[in-house]
């Protein structure tokens, strides 16, 4: 949304010489000026700008040619705001261009950034604008991408920010339960990949991560500092808000660090919500929460402004626009089972398959669940029914297997929709734990793609009973699973995907248990051709059933049990006998 009136004067330095880059700094004076706005071309001349500076409020230029200059300017004028523009290098991936973009924010200490990435045949004049939270806007095409920058820039300049008075006596005693609980809870959610780290090239901000976590104390607002770490936090990674005069001066206790930007902001949630104790504040953002319209800017009155009514609403999630999430929590044992219900499982499906790429197989590399239903002998015209679905992808490979009646079944219609897109034709909405849609004796092959590990162990004799009621006679079910992962194994990783035109950042983490395991993923999409930056956190808990476990399950179901490994994966052959009805229960004992 654009604000009128707020912006009046931008100065744009253009290198002297043959600037290979000239085109981008008209296009982006026309869209200015187009905007309202006055916009004015420079020299790179210091006495030049400086006396152009009367009235204006942000100064653009290339940071590599022009840096130093704005630099000298921006002592100056530190009213202004300074807008960098970076061109990567030929040859730079995409990843390797958003890096280096927000590295040169960073080191020139701008407000915003626009990366121009290198051109290629079929993508040229792509382009970017990041934030100093690392929010991302998209474009593919120089008039997409001027007027992608010059809204995001009206948001992000000419607003007032609040002054920070810092009193540097460390925290008070008083607030040490406070402090260790909270420092107790950062260091388990920064398991959950709900912090992305700053970038890691720059020195000033070693282990620093983004987000903040904000507790109510009696004496007030428990803030994580700017550039926290919050894997391992310590008394230095807090600070405490203790008012917020009239005049919006930030009043702030801490042992030598500052406040975090978003500070103020999390003590007026606070004031505003009595019955709320934590604040969360994450760079993903959660389907179910309210998303506010307007754009505005960490550390400014505005940020209050565009959230306040969704705050004064009783939302406990609220989505920031180029920015992130807010969870509200009245305890802070709320947030995992809220995080789970905003599962990309139960939301925004159609982006599981970009989130989860580096999972999908490829057809002359078929899973262990493929490999085995290719070594049997099925009826010729077999009823098939592919359960927990999903996007659709395990359908079509059984149909890639020469399967021709292949019925598919989702307990989430956000998932089954997707599917149901792909393969042209309706689903059913079904799940192993309610299989009441689908009717008894139907099926020749039931089949399980990786999903049979989020059956909890209480539910596993009544899914068994499910799948002997709609099998038919010598009927099959199929399914596959990972082989025991140890206790303690997976940590923490990065992965970089890029397909055409789009880069896949995750961070994954797992934490496992000799039980299960807690599974947790953040990850950004940045698409290029259609302009969208998601940045989506997927929550999913799943069990290691033991196979003996699970054979005494299957047998007590009157099924028989077979299972063949397949290097780290395991394949389940169950089946029905031939003579198998009368183990069948009825549909109200199956229920």
Known sequence: MRKVG?????????????????????????????????????????????????????LIGDVVTSGHIMQQVKAAHPHLAVIGIYASEQGASINEAIDDTYSNLLKYRCTMMLGLLPSEEASANRSLVITGERGIKPSNGLDEGAKSFIDLLRSRVGNRHHRTELTLNGLPDCISGDLAETIRYTEVWAKWSLFPKYESRDPRYPGAEFGFIAKRTNVGTLITARASNKERPGVDDFTLITDIGDDGTVHVRSSKRKASLNAPLAHRILQERPEINYVVHSHVFLPEGVTVPDLSTPGTFDDWKAVAQAVHGGARIVNQPHHGTLILLRDPEELLPLLKENSLYRHNSDLYDLAYARFQSAPDKPTSLERAIGNMTLPNQAKVLDLCCGTGASTLALQNLGLKDVDFADGSPSMLAVAERRLGRRGKVAELEDLGNIPARTYDLVTVRQAFAYVEPENLDKVARNIACILKPSGRFVFNSFAQIPSGAAKARDIETELDNILIRTREDNRITDDDVLHTQRTEIIDFDKGRWDAVLDVNQFYQHAPDRLREAFLRAGLSFDMQQYGNSICYVIVKPQHGDHIIWSDAAVE
């Open 6 to 58: 707020v912006m009046s004067k931008l100065l744009f330095i253009l290198p002297s010489g043959d600037y290979c880059h000239s085109a981008v700094f008209h296009r982006l004076t026309k869209e200015a000026l187009a905007s309202g706005m006055e916009a004015e071309i420079l020299a790179e001349d210091v006495g030049a700008i400086t006396e152009a500076c009367e009235g204006a409020q942000a």
